[in-house]
Every structure is written in structure tokens, then in C-alpha cells.
């Protein structure tokens, strides 16, 4: 008889909660005490820890909120026969956080939310045929579709992506040579690359560097990523696969509130976060300046928009902005970017809020942020409590590691 | 069997005057075959030898095989739900319906059709038909096939009395009047469709004179002698294929049993039951054979057990054959294209 | 205008296209009769018998009264005993006049009988929208109709099929209901000279494509290859797949197109519940073409509403080639 895994109360007046994310897959074996999954309520978030050992599956979908002591997966002994789920199929009461399907989409969400996780993935049948083929978990493919629906297209990407060089994964990832001690994460922000830490990587240079480009970003293969939360899970995964204790993460922009989104969600394994000119922390962002970088094509039309990023803005030389151009040849990056912009900045909104998560933090956190940055407003650091450091430079703009490196470098070594 | 049949005169019956011996008595061994086929039937039935319902005859047969009396094998019927008699009076054979009673695979409708839809292509019957009215039209139809080419067939169209107030009653008469076709509308007014006696539901008295309103001639004759039957009918298939057009006769006779097997007979008297049975058309066409020296009292129980025997044979016949295949329940839905060639 | 030597091909109006092939099925055939309302000297509600009465006299063309119970059951009767009928509704709406010896009649005497006989009428149905005419005298019943075993329902959507699928029809042992649209009956197009078949069951791929399978039925064929060709300006490569036949369905050509496409838009005038591309739909669904889907199957129908009488109206309920071009694009373009 399979073990159930139930939705814990883990709160007086709670009444359930919401699975945000799965920590094993469906036919993964877990021991008992492993994280298992972490769950949000209305007043916290936590991680919940495997009751037994044995094979998962039946998993709740990600993003359902579930009544306490309703089950949430099922564990089952080596061997043992996996049919429909022992009890009725999670009971959800709704599904957030799901991208905003077109006017003419009518989900049934009870129905959606009903089917357990391990078929509850949304993909088309020639999809799954393709994956199967293939010999891809379809779990590791964003869907692009409506309703994050998983399409032939999607599942090409990841084989054309898998079948090109990429070390670690599918994330393109490099390391600073030396270093000692717990290393040091880099998320580089929207429409840049892992090069563009190099400017502060002389300060950092004492630990050991890890830098993840972000899908459709510099070395990394272009992903679909349909939202937020499928980037954000990628970088969680690509993290898992690091297979590190404990890390420091530094994120910029985009970077800062993928960093803060998982410091949220593996708070054990975060030593520290700093996180730069984040987003997430508000809906402003300048949606023309990310538009104007993602079309642009030629050098003239680059330019201007980045010295928008940028407080002295002759620090943007036509040599550093030809550097850029030519590092955004590639008229496929181009458009992956700027897929990835609609998705995350529709309309020139932050479609994510990550302001949940940063009042939850429990790693040191610092944010640093210019107050000059046209691209996203200083203001949002305000959202921040006492716990976390604030350091608001005057005369710099979005780019604070390019256009102060050596203040934000004596900084961060002073902490990491 | 007969002995010197009487001199004819004028006052001799119709069907004596105009059939021979021979004819007479295989008309009478006709309806003594119908109701004992459908006493077979109706026994069958409660044996739970046979499924679904039937529509019993019995006390109608005068109508069905005087009928019938004119045609020959060229000729069409279309019959009704009430059909077992029009079947066996166009010649059926007795086997292959109780077969098609039975379901099985020998009936004449390969145990597709049920009581309801037997038909004998051979011998000119259509088909009977599970529509009320639906035979109408369809006999039109066959009468139009027969004048554009130059067949000479007769379509004599069975309908009962429920029928004549269908729209299809009214369009098909229309019709075989406008274009003067060779079909005989033939109304068995039993006096009842299913509860609802005439009386209730039928403007007219005799079905007869709504003839009137189609320019055909219309005649009630009494349905449960064979005799006027054979009279009126003759005289309208002669006129058809004299290329004069339809004709509609009334045959008022009466069903003995109910409408089906589901009738609780809870809308006509014992008594008036009871009051038909009495002009049992059987008993009269024996009387007036044996009145007109055809026949003698001892030839009739001879006939009735040579009947018996055959209806006997026939059931035995229809136990013993097989059943259709389950694999073949969607065959002859459409025509083979093997069939193709012969059929166009 | 036919310098190659092939077989002479000329320029006619469906309409002109079917009375085509009623003049030749009358000329070689003495069985062949045509029965309908006002399809003598007025030549047909739509002019499509047109003159064949004075060719072929009273007899061979005739009138009906206004029966259609009773005139379908005399095509029937007639069809059952060695003619060869055509019987003609003056609208397709009539069809529920006569459903009785369409339905109980003309379908199933074969089957009742065992196989003793054939039913070889032939009816034609003119349908669907777009006249003006409202709610009884527009509608595309071809679904009532397709859902019953024994009869065979064909959709022509060009001149040329038009013809050949009517001289098919008078070949075939069975009884064949053609719905023609209304809207059709005035389009020109090439038509081959003398006798040929359109085959029964079988369609036409119109437009080669690999983005995405439209099978369209009748007039919605012509608008979806409309469609298809917008879509192209757009790199969208839409396949048309003209049904032609909606019982019994050319089944292999659908799901061929669709495992090679991965999607499927079915277009139909019809009312889209319960309608022809429902049954398309389940088709690909149940068969192994399902396993190359990339979205799910849409359907464009007609609305579940009667045809009103205002034109705006009329064209908002049945789809149009601005809303084909649409839905296609989305499903193409997995936003759907």
C-alpha cells in the first residue's frame, strides 16, 4: 500500500495551501526527510519533507491549492504496482499562476487541477510522441502553448538544443578559474550575458564563480519560456544539477529576481543573496528601452537605447556598444529575447511579483541599486524589510557593476 | 374434392361466377393458411420463440386474399404492419416467414426485417411496413415505374384505416390520380388504429368517399366477404390497367385480436368481438363454396388439415435454421459494388 | 482556347453543370426521371432544370404538387421497381417534410429487406445561407441526413463536381442525397464534356499546404481556399481538403493530411453542434493521426441559431473567409 503525502497544517487558521513547487519527479525515488516540496500559505512559505521513502507519484500540479490533509502524492514501494491514485485525485480549489489565456480559452480549472501531476502535464499528442522519441521527460520542457501546453516546436527546441554543445545542462554555464569556499552564483539581467560581469569579477575572484546564462542569452540555447515561474524553474533545476550546499547568489535585474526566486525556494542551500537593480519588486519597468534592445539590428538604433541603461552615459563608447551589437548578431537570439520579453514585460509590466518572496527571505540579503536607474525605479527596494541591507548609490543607473565596479566589488567582498 | 357445381345465374356471387373451382378453394386454403399462421405465430410468441411484437390479421383475411384474387406475379402490393395475410395471399411461402419471424438468417428478410418488413420481391410484394402511411407513396412510386415502362403491372396498396389520415394518404392519391397510374388503393378499415375507433377520428363515414376529393372512383364493400371483395377489386385493377387511373375501395372487416401484443382490448366490448366473430370470413367463403357445390362439409376439416401440416413444416423449418452471423449485422446497408453491375 | 489535344473543357455555372448532367442521364437513360416542384416549364426554383422539359417532355421531367412526403416516396417507390429518379426539393428545409420516406424509407429497405433490393434515387437538396431567405429556407441539414446508415450524402463545392458527382449518384445502386449550395449555383468554372463520375467517398486535397489540415465541406471549401491563399501571404501553409462526401467519408485523405500537419480546422455551414466537423474531429481523434496532433482540433461552424433575416445577421452566424483566416493563423501558430 502506497504511502500518502498530505498537505500539512503547518499554520493555526490554515485551511490549505499551495504546492509551489515539487523538489522530486513522478517515478523519482525519494528517502524520508529528502525536501520533498515546498508550499506557500497566507502567511508563509515552506518546504515539507518526504513522510517515507519510496517511488513519487500522483503529484498535485505546481501552482494548486490543495485543503489540509488532502493528499498531494503517493509513494510507493520499489515494484510496486502504480495504478489510478489509492484516493480521489486532489480536490483543488483553484489554479493561479497560470499564464493569462486569451479571452476564448475556458478552462475548467477543477477539472485541469484534478488530474494528478504525473499526467497533468499539458502537451500535445504529437509533442509527447516527439519526447518520447526523443527520450525527454517532457517535465523539463517549458511549454510555449496556451496554458503553458507543451508543442512539437517545444520539444525540437530542447532536442536541437540538447544535440548542440552545451556543458551542464541545458543552461550554458562557465567558471572563473581559483576561488576557494562556498561559490559564488552570477545571474546576469535581461538582453545580457555571463561577460558582462566582468568588470566586478576582480573583487569576487577569491571564491569560486559560477555563471549561468540565461536561456536565449549568451552560450545558452534558446528555451520557450512561457513565463516566470517556467524561468524560474529552469534556473532551479539547472541549480539542482550544480549539486552545490550552499551558495552565494548575486543576480542583476532579471537576474536579481530569478536569484530571490530561488533563495525562496531553497532557502537551506543560500548562503547569501545580493541582488542588483532587481526586478519583481513592482510592475515599473521601461518596456520602449527593452523593446528598442531586442529589435534593434544595427548599431545606430542599439546605442541610444543603451545609454538608457546607463547614468554617465559616455561610458556607452561606440567601441563598448559595437561589442554588445556583435554579441547580438544572431537574429535567433534576437527573437528569442524578444519572445521572452512579451512573456515576462508584456505591455512594459513586470508580470511577476516577487514581493512575497523577499519579505519571506531568510538568507542575509542586500539589494543595491542606482538612483539614477531609468530602466526599473529605485523605489521598489523600498519593499524591503529591516532585515535586508539596502545601498542606494547616487549618480549610477541600471548598470551598477559596469558603471561602478570597483565601489559595488570592495561591497560585495566585504560580505561573500 | 367438388362435386357439380350449381348452375350460374345472376343471382350466383360474383366470385363464383368469375373464378374456377380450383381458384376458389386455394383462395380458401390461402386464408385458412393466414390464420393458422398467425395462431402459429401468436403460440410462437408465447413460447418466447419470437421477439418484439406482431400484428395479427386474423378475422381479415376475406380482404387480404380477395384481394389478391387479380394479380398475377408481375403485379406489386404494398402492404402494412398488418401484412402476414397480403404476404401469404401474394404467394408467400410459409417457411421463410416464420423463419423471418424467428430471426433467422432463411426468412425472407434474412432475419433483418422482423414481422414488420417481410416482403417477397419474387412475387411482387414490396414489403410490408412498419410506417403508418409509409407504403402509400411507395406504390405510387412502383404504379409511375410500371406506366413509364410499359410493364402492365397493377400496384394493389394496402393501408388500413388509421392511414387515410396521413398526409402521405392524401398526397400519394393526389398524385396517382394527376398522372393516371395503375395502382388500386386498397383500405382495410378495421375499424380501430390502435384505440381509436373511426368514428373518432375520421371525418367521413367510409374512408371510401374521400376518393371523391381525388376524382378516383370509391367503393365500401362488407371486408369479410370474399366474394365483394373480389368484385370491387377486379373491377378497379381492370380499370387500372386499362390505363384509367386509381381506384379506392373500403373493405370494412374487423381484427379479432388486438392492435399488437402490448393491447388490454380496454376500447371495444366483448360483445362486439363477439358480434364479429360471428362473420368469420373463413366460415362465410366455406359456406358459399359448399352452397355453390364446390365443396362438401367433410372437405373443409381435410383442408384445415393440410394447413395444419403445412404451418406445422414451416415452424419446424424456422427452429431448425440457423441464426444470422453477428459479424454481418451491418451488411446490406448499402448495395456490394459486386452487385453494382445487375442493380444498375 | 484548347490548342492541347484533351478532352474539350469549357467554362459553366454549377447550375449549368448539374443541368448537364440530368440532360445526359436523361438522353442515354429511359429509366432516368426527374420529379420535383415547378421543375417543368418554370425550369426549377433555381433555374436548375431549366429547359430539359421541352427537351424531354412532361413525362421524363415532372411536375410534382407541392408533396414532398408523397412525391419522395413516389421517387422511392419508383427508384425500388426500375426507374432511376431524380427528385429535386425546391429547398433543402423541405427535406423535414419528407423525412419519413427519406429516413424510414429509402434508407433502410435494403437492409429490412436482407439485401432484396436497391434503392437508386437520387435527391437533390438546395442549401445553406446567404440568400436572404431566413430561417426555413437556409439552412445545411446535411448532418440529419449523414446520420443515417444506408444513405450516401455528397456536398459538391464546384461546377465540375457538381456534374460528376450527379452522374455518380445515378450510377450508384443506393440512394444519394446532394446537397447543393445555393450560393454555388452561379459559379463558373471548368467542366469536362460528356459522361464522367466525381467518385463517391472520396476528396479533394484543393490546396497543398503543411501547416495545417482545413477540411471544408461545400461552399466553406471555396472560402477556405480563399483563406488558405491570405494565409499564405503570411507564411502560414494551409492544406484544403474539400470533403465533398459527408457519408461515407474519405477518411484515409483526412488523417493523411493530419499526421502530416499536426493540426486540424474543420469549416462547415452547418450548425457546428453535433455537425459534420464534429464527426471529422472524432475521426482524427480516434485514429492514430491523433498521435501527430500539436493542438487541439477547432472546429468553425454554424451558430447554434436559426439563419435570421438580416444580412449582417446572416453572415455573422455561418463562418466567413476573414474568420477562417483567423482561426487558422491561431492554430497554426499554437495559440490555440
Redesign the interface.
Known amino acids: 500500500m502506497p504511502t500518502e503525502v498530505i498537505m500539512p497544517k503547518v499554520d493555526m487558521d490554515m485551511a490549505s495551501g499551495t504546492i509551489m513547487a515539487w523538489h522530486a519527479e513522478a517515478g523519482q525515488m525519494v528517502d524520508a526527510g529528502d525536501p520533498l516540496f515546498d508550499i506557500e500559505t497566507d502567511k508563509a512559505a515552506m518546504e515539507v519533507e518526504a513522510p517515507a521513502s519510496g517511488i513519487l507519484h500522483h503529484l498535485a500540479p505546481e501552482g494548486t491549492k490543495i485543503a489540509i490533509g488532502e493528499p498531494v502524492a503517493w509513494l510507493y514501494a520499489e515494484g510496486e504496482e502504480v495504478g489510478a491514485p489509492p484516493s480521489a485525485a486532489p480536490a483543488a480549489e483553484e489554479v493561479p499562476a497560470a499564464p493569462a489565456p486569451k479571452e476564448e480559452a475556458a478552462p475548467e480549472p477543477a477539472h485541469a487541477a484534478a488530474i494528478p501531476a504525473a499526467e497533468g502535464l499539458r502537451a500535445t499528442p504529437r509533442a509527447r510522441g516527439l519526447a518520447r522519441e526523443g527520450g525527454i521527460d517532457l517535465a523539463a520542457v517549458a511549454g510555449t502553448g496556451p496554458r503553458g501546453r507543451i508543442q512539437a516546436g517545444d520539444v525540437a527546441a530542447l532536442l536541437k538544443a540538447s544535440a548542440a554543445p552545451a556543458q551542464g545542462g541545458a543552461l550554458s554555464i562557465t567558471r572563473a578559474k581559483g576561488g576557494t569556499g562556498t561559490p559564488v552564483i552570477l545571474l546576469h539581467g535581461f538582453a545580457s550575458d555571463a561577460a558582462s560581469w566582468a568588470p566586478l569579477e576582480p573583487a569576487l575572484r577569491h571564491r569560486p564563480l559560477i555563471r549561468i546564462d540565461l536561456p536565449g542569452h549568451g552560450g545558452s540555447p534558446t528555451l520557450p519560456i512561457p513565463d516566470f515561474a517556467a524561468l524560474a524553474a529552469l534556473i532551479r533545476r539547472t541549480f539542482t544539477e550544480l549539486d552545490l550546499a550552499r551558495a552565494h547568489l548575486v543576480g542583476h535585474s532579471l537576474g536579481g529576481a530569478l536569484a530571490l526566486a530561488l533563495a525562496d525556494t531553497r532557502p537551506r542551500n543560500i548562503e547569501s543573496l545580493t541582488l542588483i537593480a532587481p526586478a519583481g519588486l513592482g510592475p515599473e519597468i521601461d518596456g520602449a528601452a527593452l523593446t528598442g534592445i531586442t529589435r534593434a539590428t544595427r548599431l545606430e538604433s542599439l546605442a541610444p537605447w543603451l545609454r538608457r541603461l546607463v547614468h554617465d552615459e559616455t561610458i556607452v563608447t561606440d567601441g563598448y556598444a559595437r561589442a554588445v551589437m556583435t554579441a547580438r548578431a544572431d537574429p535567433g537570439l534576437r527573437a528569442a529575447q524578444a519572445g521572452m520579453a512579451e512573456a515576462l514585460f508584456p505591455d512594459g509590466v513586470q508580470a511577476f511579483d516577487l514581493r512575497a518572496a523577499l519579505a519571506r527571505l531568510q538568507a542575509p540579503t542586500r539589494i543595491l541599486w542606482g538612483r539614477r536607474d531609468r530602466i526599473i525605479p529605485w523605489r521598489h527596494a523600498l519593499e524591503a524589510k529591516g532585515a535586508v541591507a539596502l545601498h542606494l548609490f547616487e549618480n549610477i543607473g541600471h548598470l551598477p557593476q559596469i558603471e561602478a565596479p570597483e565601489e559595488i566589488g570592495k561591497l560585495l567582498a566585504a560580505h561573500l | 374434392m367438388a362435386g357439380n357445381p350449381q348452375m350460374l345465374d345472376a343471382n350466383t356471387p360474383y366470385a363464383v361466377r368469375s373464378y374456377s373451382p380450383e381458384a376458389l378453394i386455394e383462395a380458401l386454403r390461402k386464408m385458412y393458411l393466414i390464420r393458422r399462421f398467425e395462431e402459429g405465430a401468436e403460440d410462437s410468441y408465447m413460447r418466447g420463440l419470437i421477439h418484439g411484437t406482431m400484428h395479427l390479421s386474423i378475422g381479415q383475411e376475406a380482404s387480404a386474399v380477395g384481394s389478391c384474387m387479380a394479380l398475377s406475379d408481375n403485379d406489386?402490393i404494398?402492404s402494412t404492419h398488418r401484412g402476414h395475410g397480403h404476404c401469404v395471399a401474394k404467394g408467400a411461402d410459409l417457411g421463410k416467414m416464420f423463419a423471418e419471424f424467428f430471426g433467422k438468417e432463411t426468412?425472407?428478410?434474412?432475419?433483418?426485417?422482423g414481422s414488420m418488413?417481410i416482403?417477397d420481391?419474387e412475387k411482387g410484394n414490396?414489403?410490408a411496413?412498419?410506417?403508418v402511411g409509409?407504403g402509400?407513396?411507395?406504390?405510387?412510386?412502383?404504379?409511375?415505374?410500371?406506366k413509364?415502362?410499359g410493364?402492365g403491372a397493377v400496384t394493389v396498396c394496402f393501408f388500413g384505416d388509421g392511414a387515410n389520415n396521413e398526409?402521405?394518404f392524401?398526397?400519394?392519391l393526389?398524385?396517382a390520380a394527376?398522372?393516371k397510374l395503375p395502382v388500386v388503393f386498397v383500405c382495410e378499415n378495421n375499424k380501430y388504429g390502435m384505440s381509436t375507433s373511426t368514428e373518432r377520428s375520421t371525418a367521413v363515414k367510409n374512408v371510401a368517399e374521400r376518393a371523391a376529393a381525388y376524382a378516383m372512383p370509391g367503393e365500401t364493400v362488407d371486408g369479410n366477404d370474399f366474394s365483394a371483395v373480389t368484385e370491387a377489386v377486379d373491377a378497379a385493377v381492370a380499370r387500372a390497367r386499362a390505363g384509367e387511373g386509381p381506384s379506392l375501395i373500403e373493405n370494412v372487416t374487423y381484427r379479432w385480436r388486438g392492435h399488437s401484443k402490448s393491447d388490454r382490448n380496454r376500447y371495444r366490448t366483448k360483445e362486439e368481438i363477439a358480434e364479429w366473430q360471428a362473420k368469420d370470413p373463413i366460415a362465410r367463403m366455406g359456406r358459399m363454396l359448399i352452397d355453390h357445390g364446390i365443396l362438401t362439409e367433410t372437405d373443409l376439416p381435410k383442408i384445415e388439415e393440410e394447413v395444419a401440416e403445412t404451418v406445422a413444416e414451416a415452424i419446424a423449418f424456422a427452429k431448425e435454421s440457423p441464426d444470422p452471423k453477428i459479424a454481418e449485422a451491418?451488411?446490406?446497408?448499402?448495395?456490394p459494388a459486386t452487385?453494382?453491375g445487375a442493380?444498375? | 482556347m484548347n490548342a492541347e489535344n484533351t478532352p474539350e473543357v469549357r467554362t459553366l455555372s454549377y447550375a449549368e453543370a448539374i443541368r448537364e448532367a440530368m440532360d445526359i442521364a436523361l438522353a442515354e437513360d429511359e429509366r432516368v426521371v426527374l420529379m420535383g416542384e415547378d421543375i417543368g416549364v418554370y425550369g426549377g426554383a433555381f433555374q436548375v432544370t431549366g429547359d430539359l422539359v421541352e427537351k424531354y417532355g412532361e413525362t421524363r421531367v415532372m411536375d410534382t404538387p407541392i408533396s414532398e412526403l408523397g412525391g419522395a416516396g413516389v421517387a422511392v417507390g419508383a427508384a425500388l421497381t426500375g426507374l432511376r429518379p431524380i427528385f429535386e426539393f425546391q429547398f433543402s428545409d423541405f427535406a423535414t417534410l419528407a423525412m419519413e420516406q427519406i429516413v424510414n424509407q429509402a434508407a433502410k429497405l435494403r437492409y429490412m429487406l436482407g439485401g432484396a433490393v436497391s434503392v437508386p434515387v437520387v435527391m437533390r437538396f438546395p442549401a445553406g445561407s446567404g440568400t436572404g431567405a431566413a430561417a426555413q429556407h437556409s439552412q445545411s441539414l446535411e448532418a440529419w441526413l449523414g446520420h443515417v446508415p444506408g444513405l450516401k450524402v455528397v456536398q459538391p463545392s464546384t461546377p465540375e463536381d457538381a456534374k460528376g458527382l450527379l452522374l455518380a449518384a445515378l450510377d450508384d445502386p443506393d440512394p444519394v442525397m446532394i446537397f447543393e449550395h445555393k450560393l454555388l449555383y452561379k459559379m463558373q468554372g471548368p467542366v469536362p464534356e460528356g459522361r464522367y463520375h466525381t467518385p463517391i467517398g472520396k476528396a479533394a486535397i484543393r490546396r497543398v499546404g503543411s501547416d495545417l489540415s482545413i477540411v471544408a465541406t461545400s461552399i466553406m471549401a471555396q472560402k477556405a481556399i480563399a483563406a488558405a491563399d491570405e494565409l499564405g501571404k503570411s507564411g502560414v501553409e494551409a492544406e484544403v481538403i474539400d470533403l465533398r462526401t459527408v457519408r461515407p467519408m474519405d477518411r484515409e485523405t483526412v488523417l493523411a493530411s493530419v499526421r502530416k500537419t499536426g493540426r486540424l480546422l474543420c469549416v462547415y455551414e452547418g450548425v457546428k453542434t453535433l455537425g459534420v466537423g464534429a464527426e471529422v474531429s472524432a475521426m482524427v481523434a480516434e485514429s492514430d493521426a491523433f498521435d501527430f496532433l500539436d493542438a487541439p482540433i477547432v472546429r468553425l461552424g454554424g451558430a447554434d441559431a436559426p439563419i435570421p433575416y438580416n444580412p449582417e445577421l446572416e453572415k455573422a452566424v455561418v463562418p466567413q473567409v476573414p474568420d477562417i483566416v483567423e482561426a487558422a493563423a491561431a492554430l497554426a501558430q499554437g495559440r490555440t
Open positions: 406489386k404494398t426468412g425472407y428478410c434474412r432475419g433483418r426485417g418488413h416482403a420481391v414490396l414489403g411496413n412498419g410506417i409509409g402509400l407513396p411507395i406504390a405510387v412510386g412502383a404504379a409511375l415505374s410500371a413509364r415502362l410493364t398526409g402521405a392524401h398526397e400519394a393526389n398524385m394527376v398522372w451491418t451488411r446490406d446497408v448499402y448495395t452487385a453494382r442493380a444498375a
